[in-house]
């Protein structure tokens, strides 16, 4: 939502969306849970429109 609109705002042309999860402790990445990945990425599409940006989403996922 709030970076997203940020973002967008500064005129980014793309923003790039993982779906893994670094604790920043030197752990090994997780993934996010498949809800709350869709979650994220409909928050990012509806900033980006809100905003009336003409940003590309772009978001690479994990399939197990």
């Known amino acids: 939502g709030e970076n997203v609109r940020l973002a967008v705002q500064t005129g980014v042309a793309g923003l790039s969306i993982e779906d893994s999860v670094n604790p920043g402790d030197g752990s090994t990445q997780s993934l996010f849970a498949l809800d709350d990945a869709i979650a994220r990425l409909r928050a990012a599409r509806q900033a980006i429109d ?8 772009v978001a690479r996922a994990n399939v197990s």
Request: no cysteine; aromatic share 0%; charged share 10%.
């Open 50 to 57: 809100a905003t009336g940006g003409d940003t590309l989403l």
